[in-house]
């Protein structure tokens, strides 16, 4: 992992590290910031009601919003993480997932198909993540793909919740989806 730029080596372990803008595998995203999540999860949950339309990017964050789903009568996620979609089967929550062109290091559906989808529909409630919340506010992920339908999912949003951890305050990627300004 270390000669493909995603960790580096150091004295007792190993550290995220590697090109900035480079995207990091959902296996170690899933590992990071575990306990944060789930807090994130459960304070985010206070948007949820019956009947809700949800929206869920393909992000680790907003897969720790499973649980939490679980609890809401008739709710309808639409996500575009192909892991999440499973588990909310799984939990017998009524899903559609985005199809598209699946990022294979993400597991995520991304394209004009899963664009398409997103665009046809309206929610009440869009979870979703990034990879850094700059100083002044600005939202920024490494994949232009995630980025572009993540933007489409609110527009389409009544509320937009973000769910991001401590780790990612102060840095910056190459792409943008707003300030923090624009989320509820």
């Known amino acids: 992992l270390e000669a493909q730029g995603y960790l580096k080596r150091v004295h007792g372990g190993a550290v995220i590290g590697g090109a ?3 995207e990091i595998p959902y296996e170690v995203r899933a590992g990071e910031q575990e306990q944060a999540k789930a807090v994130m999860a ?5 948007f949820l009601h019956k009947g809700d339309v949800v929206f869920l990017d ?4 907003a897969a720790h919003m499973v649980e939490p789903l679980r609890e809401v009568e008739d709710v309808l996620v639409v996500t575009s993480g192909a892991r999440t979609a499973l588990r ?3 939990c017998g929550v009524r899903v559609i997932a985005t199809g598209g062109q699946m990022i294979t290091r993400s597991f995520t559906w991304v394209g004009s198909h899963a664009e398409a989808c997103i665009r046809g529909m309206h929610a009440d409630v869009a979870f979703f993540s ?3 919340l700059s100083d002044a506010g600005e939202m920024t992920d490494p994949s232009i793909e995630e980025i572009n339908l993540r ?4 527009e389409r ?6 769910l991001c951890d401590s780790s990612k305050f102060g840095k ?3 792409y943008s989806l707003g300030y923090r300004e624009e989320i509820d």
Do not use: I
């Not at 393909?58 to 964050?61: A, C, L, P, V, Y």
């Not at 933007?151 to 609110?154: E, G, I, K, P, Y």
């Not at 949003?157 to 973000?162: I, K, S």
């Open 88 to 90: 909310l089967a799984e």
């Open 58 to 61: 393909g992000s680790s964050s």
């Open 20 to 22: 900035p803008d480079r």
């Open 42 to 46: 459960r304070r985010a949950a206070k």
């Open 151 to 154: 933007r489409l999912m609110l």
């Open 157 to 162: 949003a009544r509320v937009r919740v973000l």
């Open 172 to 174: 910056q990627y190459v």
């Open 130 to 132: 990034c990879r850094g």
